[in-house]
């Protein structure tokens, strides 16, 4: 079972609606949640880190659920520059290594 | 300031012969990451290290791949005898201190093993 797992996708949805990610980790013992998004063949850059109490960045709005075990990403007012793929990372308590999903890829079209 | 940086940027080599993947770091940052991503996949830990010890290398994927650090600096990752499946794009990335830290990642180096 892999450690995070996240939908591929694509999600394809035209400018300016509203989309949700959701992205589910196996072990308890996480500790650190984050999204970060990676346009076409270019490194994955932090978009944000996700706090307990869920926290807002302009248009994004990242919950971390432990008791289920997922955080989400809510982007609202999608733009085309939107479009990339939104990796969900997690980091479990007492090791030094983070654990990446596949990634969730979003078109944004006009 | 100067992110994190990596060599070479491409890198084309016939199966069986070595190389040698360079990372620079953030200035001050102490923990460094490398990964491996295939096309279309996500990222794979490879190992990481804190300052120049490696405390988890449990991602490598054999006895071919190894990796150092130095000066709690720079960092290479070799490959021996390079094969056509370790064809990927091989990213670094470093964080001010491990665990919860944010990772700023390089560009990465695309190695091509013909």
């Known amino acids: 079972r892999k450690e995070v797992e996240q939908d591929p996708g694509p999600f394809n949805v035209p400018e300016g609606a509203t989309v949700a990610f959701n992205c589910t980790y196996s072990?308890?013992?996480?500790?650190?949640f984050f999204w970060y998004r990676q346009d076409c063949r270019k490194e994955p850059k932090l978009l944000m880190s996700?706090?307990?109490s869920g926290n807002e960045d302009g248009r994004f709005t990242a919950q971390l659920n432990r008791a289920s075990q997922y955080i989400s990403l809510l982007i609202r007012d999608s733009k085309l520059s939107d479009s990339a793929t939104y990796l969900c990372?997690?980091?479990?308590?007492?090791?030094?290594?983070?654990?990446f999903g596949s990634g969730t890829k979003l078109n944004v079209k006009p | 300031g100067a992110g994190v940086s990596q060599s070479p940027s491409n890198k084309v080599t016939e199966k069986g012969k070595d190389v040698e993947l360079r990372c620079d770091p953030i200035?001050?940052?102490?923990?460094l990451y490398w990964y491996r991503q295939s096309l279309g996949q996500g990222l794979e830990f490879l190992i990481y290290?804190?300052?120049?010890?490696?405390?988890?290398k449990s991602g490598l994927p054999s006895d071919r791949f190894s990796a150092e650090r130095t000066g709690g600096s720079v960092s290479t990752l070799t490959i021996q005898r390079t094969q056509q499946e370790d064809s990927a794009v091989y990213l670094c990335?470093?964080?001010?201190?491990?665990?919860?830290?944010?990772?700023?990642f390089g560009p990465g180096t695309r190695l091509t093993v013909l």
């Open positions: 072990n308890s013992a996480s500790q650190s």
């Open positions: 990372v997690v980091n479990i308590a007492n090791f030094n290594k983070f654990y």
């Open positions: 990335a470093s964080s001010l201190v491990p665990r919860t830290d944010t990772q700023y």
């Open positions: 290290f804190q300052g120049n010890s490696a405390p988890d």
């Open positions: 200035s001050g940052h102490t923990a």
């Open positions: 996700v706090y307990s």
